[in-house]
C-alpha cells in the first residue's frame, strides 16, 4: 500500500532488497524490478519527504546492457561518495560494480559463471597480515618546489616465510619511491624504503600507494595515503624605482629575498641586462657578481650604480636578473625604473621606445598581481593569462590599445593556487611570463 508520490521516477521499485538510511537523510535500496515492464534491475537513492509523503529520485544506478536480478542485490554507500552495487542472482556479468562519488564507473567485476551470484557485495578498508606498512597516512607537509621531502616507509613482515616487496604503485609523478624494488623482507624483520614528494608548482597534492608483494600464486598489497604542500619558498628579487638625480651616482638597492629562512646559506649570481636604459648611454653601471644569503637570514642587497644627468627623457627601466643559485627561484627578474626629473617632455616623448612585458607584482601574488606592459605605439595588444598546461583562462586586454605604459590586473577564483602563465602579443612582439598564486 504505497502512501508516496513518486517525482522523477515513473517506474517505483518492486522486489527491492537492501533499504538504507544515510547520514544525510536519503535511502539507498535495490530494485529488483520483478513484474516491471520492460524488466531491468536497477540501485537507487531517494530524497523521502516524510511529512507530504514525497519521493524524490536523487540518482539511479544501471548496467549497461540493463541487467535483471529477479532476487537478492544491495547497493553500498561509502563515506568517500563512492557507491558499490552487488548484483545479486543474476546471469550475466557484472556481478559486482563499484561508482566514484561523481556515478561514473570505477570498476566492474564478473565470475564469468551465470550460476555465481553476489548475495551482497560490499567494500571495506582490509589490512593484510603478511606485512604492515607504517604510517599509513602520512603528511609532508610544506615542502619547496624543486626540492623534495623523504619519508622513510616502515614495512616489517609478519609472517613466518619471507615477503618480497615487487612494486609500490601510485597515481601522480609528485610521489616516488627512492628505494630500488624489488626487496625481500626476512620472517619478522623490517625493511625502511624511501618514498620522496617533489612537487613541481604551488599548491596541494595526495595520492594513494599500493604497496604489493605479488606471486605466481598471490597479490598481496597495502594501501598508504600521502599528501604534502608545495610552497614558494626560493628566491626572488624585488623592483625598485628612484629619481636618477641631476649629477653623480645613486645606488638603486635590489632586495633578493628567501621567503623563508634556510639553516645553510645561499648562493646566487646577479647580473643587469639594457631595457630602455643602457650602460652604453651611462645610464646605469652594469653589474656582474655574485651575492649570497647567510644561513638563517632573509635577504641580501644588491646596489646597482645609476647616473644621473640634467638631460630631459622618458623614464628609462633595465632588467636585474637571478641565476645559478642552490635553491630554486621563483622570481629571477626585477625591473629597475630610472624616474625622469629634468622637467617636463614634449608630446609623446614619454612613449616607451619598444615593447615590454614585465614581470607580475607580487609574485608569489595572495589575490591580485599586476601586470605592467609597455607599447611603443597604438596597436592591438593581447593579454592572455594560461594555465599550467597552457589552456586559456582568462583576457586581461584584448584589442586596440594606445601606446603608452600600460598595466592590467587579474586575480585567479577565490582559492585557486598555483602556476600561471600570461602572454602579451602586440604587432610583431609576443613574450610570455610566469606568475605564482599562493594562498
Same mark, same amino acid.
Given at each position: 500500500?504505497?502512501?508516496?508520490?513518486?517525482? *522523477?521516477?515513473? $517506474?517505483?521499485?518492486?522486489?527491492?532488497? =537492501?533499504? $538504507?538510511?544515510?547520514?544525510?537523510?536519503?535511502?539507498?535500496?535495490? =530494485?529488483?524490478?520483478?513484474?516491471?515492464?520492460?524488466?531491468?534491475?536497477?540501485?537507487?537513492?531517494?530524497?523521502? =519527504?516524510?511529512?507530504? /509523503?514525497? @519521493?524524490?529520485?536523487?540518482?539511479?544506478?544501471?548496467?549497461?546492457?540493463?541487467?535483471?536480478?529477479?532476487?537478492?542485490?544491495?547497493?553500498?554507500?561509502? #563515506?568517500?561518495?563512492?557507491?558499490?552495487?552487488?548484483?545479486?542472482?543474476?546471469?550475466?556479468?557484472? /556481478?559486482?560494480?563499484?561508482? +566514484? @562519488?561523481?556515478?561514473?564507473?570505477?570498476?566492474?567485476?564478473?565470475?564469468?559463471?551465470? #550460476?555465481?551470484?553476489?548475495?551482497?557485495?560490499? $567494500?571495506?578498508?582490509?589490512?593484510?597480515?603478511?606485512?604492515?606498512?607504517?604510517?599509513?597516512?602520512?603528511?609532508?607537509?610544506? &615542502?619547496?618546489?624543486?626540492?623534495?621531502?623523504?619519508?622513510?616507509?616502515?614495512?616489517?613482515?609478519?609472517?613466518? %616465510?619471507?615477503?618480497?616487496?615487487?612494486?609500490?604503485?601510485? +597515481?601522480?609523478?609528485?610521489?616516488? &619511491?627512492?628505494?630500488?624494488?624489488?626487496?625481500?623482507? @626476512?620472517?619478522?624483520?623490517?625493511?625502511?624504503?624511501?618514498?620522496?614528494?617533489?612537487?613541481?608548482?604551488?599548491?596541494?597534492?595526495?595520492?594513494?600507494?599500493?604497496?604489493?608483494?605479488?606471486?605466481?600464486?598471490?597479490?598481496?598489497?597495502?594501501? &598508504?595515503?600521502?599528501?604534502?604542500?608545495?610552497?614558494?619558498?626560493?628566491?626572488?628579487?624585488?623592483?625598485?624605482?628612484?629619481?636618477?638625480?641631476?649629477?653623480?651616482?645613486?645606488?638603486? !638597492?635590489?632586495?633578493?629575498?628567501?621567503?623563508?629562512?634556510?639553516?645553510?646559506?645561499?648562493?646566487?649570481?646577479?647580473?643587469?641586462?639594457?631595457?630602455?636604459? %643602457?650602460?652604453?648611454?651611462?645610464?646605469?653601471? /652594469?653589474?656582474?657578481?655574485?651575492?649570497?644569503?647567510?644561513?638563517?637570514?632573509?635577504?641580501?642587497? &644588491?646596489?646597482? %650604480?645609476?647616473?644621473?644627468?640634467?638631460?630631459?627623457?622618458?623614464?628609462?627601466?633595465?632588467?636585474?636578473?637571478?641565476?645559478? !643559485?642552490?635553491?630554486?627561484?621563483?622570481?629571477?627578474?626585477?625591473?629597475?625604473?630610472?624616474?625622469?626629473?629634468?622637467?617636463?617632455?614634449?608630446?609623446?616623448?614619454?612613449?616607451?621606445?619598444?615593447? #615590454?612585458?614585465?614581470?607580475?607584482?607580487?609574485?608569489? !601574488?595572495?589575490?591580485?598581481?599586476?601586470?605592467?606592459?609597455?607599447?611603443?605605439?597604438?596597436?592591438?595588444?593581447?593579454?592572455?593569462?594560461?594555465?599550467?598546461?597552457?589552456?586559456?583562462?582568462?583576457?586581461?586586454?584584448? *584589442?586596440?590599445?594606445?601606446?603608452?605604459?600600460?598595466?592590467?590586473?587579474?586575480?585567479?577564483?577565490?582559492?585557486?593556487? *598555483?602556476?600561471?602563465?600570461?602572454?602579451?602579443?602586440?604587432?610583431?612582439?609576443?613574450?610570455?611570463?610566469?606568475?605564482?598564486?599562493?594562498?
Amino acid at each position: 500500500n504505497n502512501q508516496f508520490t513518486f517525482v *522523477g521516477d515513473t $517506474r517505483g521499485f518492486f522486489g527491492q532488497h =537492501d533499504i $538504507r538510511r544515510l547520514p544525510n537523510g536519503h535511502v539507498t535500496l535495490f =530494485d529488483n524490478a520483478n513484474c516491471q515492464t520492460p524488466v531491468y534491475s536497477r540501485g537507487l537513492e531517494y530524497l523521502l =519527504d516524510e511529512t507530504n /509523503k514525497v @519521493a524524490t529520485l536523487v540518482r539511479e544506478f544501471r548496467n549497461s546492457p540493463d541487467t535483471f536480478t529477479p532476487f537478492m542485490g544491495n547497493v553500498q554507500r561509502r #563515506a568517500d561518495g563512492g557507491t558499490m552495487i552487488g548484483w545479486g542472482g543474476t546471469g550475466p556479468d557484472p /556481478k559486482i560494480t563499484d561508482l +566514484h @562519488a561523481d556515478g561514473s564507473l570505477a570498476w566492474s567485476v564478473g565470475f564469468q559463471n551465470p #550460476a555465481r551470484w553476489t548475495y551482497r557485495a560490499f $567494500r571495506f578498508p582490509w589490512h593484510t597480515s603478511r606485512f604492515v606498512a607504517t604510517p599509513e597516512a602520512y603528511d609532508f607537509g610544506n &615542502v619547496e618546489v624543486g626540492e623534495y621531502g623523504t619519508l622513510m616507509l616502515s614495512v616489517r613482515n609478519g609472517s613466518a %616465510t619471507p615477503v618480497t616487496i615487487n612494486s609500490i604503485v601510485g +597515481h601522480h609523478p609528485e610521489f616516488s &619511491v627512492a628505494t630500488a624494488l624489488p626487496v625481500t623482507i @626476512a620472517a619478522g624483520a623490517t625493511q625502511p624504503i624511501e618514498v620522496r614528494f617533489t612537487p613541481p608548482a604551488v599548491g596541494s597534492y595526495d595520492d594513494t600507494l599500493s604497496v604489493r608483494s605479488v606471486s605466481a600464486t598471490e597479490l598481496v598489497a597495502q594501501t &598508504v595515503t600521502l599528501r604534502g604542500t608545495g610552497v614558494a619558498t626560493g628566491l626572488s628579487i624585488s623592483d625598485v624605482a628612484l629619481r636618477e638625480g641631476d649629477a653623480g651616482a645613486r645606488q638603486f !638597492a635590489f632586495q633578493v629575498r628567501l621567503a623563508q629562512p634556510r639553516a645553510s646559506s645561499v648562493n646566487v649570481h646577479v647580473q643587469t641586462s639594457d631595457g630602455t636604459a %643602457t650602460v652604453a648611454d651611462h645610464d646605469y653601471s /652594469k653589474l656582474n657578481v655574485d651575492a649570497s644569503i647567510p644561513a638563517g637570514d632573509l635577504f641580501s642587497i &644588491v646596489d646597482v %650604480t645609476v647616473h644621473g644627468d640634467v638631460a630631459i627623457e622618458p623614464d628609462e627601466t633595465f632588467f636585474v636578473e637571478l641565476s645559478n !643559485a642552490n635553491v630554486a627561484i621563483n622570481d629571477a627578474q626585477a625591473v629597475g625604473l630610472i624616474v625622469n626629473d629634468d622637467g617636463p617632455l614634449s608630446v609623446g616623448a614619454d612613449l616607451p621606445r619598444s615593447f #615590454a612585458l614585465y614581470p607580475a607584482r607580487p609574485n608569489p !601574488a595572495r589575490g591580485t598581481a599586476v601586470v605592467r606592459y609597455d607599447l611603443p605605439r597604438a596597436c592591438d595588444a593581447y593579454l592572455e593569462v594560461l594555465d599550467l598546461a597552457g589552456r586559456h583562462v582568462a583576457w586581461l586586454v584584448d *584589442g586596440a590599445m594606445p601606446a603608452g605604459r600600460q598595466e592590467a590586473r587579474w586575480a585567479p577564483p577565490a582559492g585557486t593556487t *598555483g602556476v600561471f602563465f600570461y602572454r602579451l602579443r602586440a604587432g610583431e612582439f609576443t613574450s610570455t611570463r610566469k606568475t605564482v598564486f599562493v594562498r
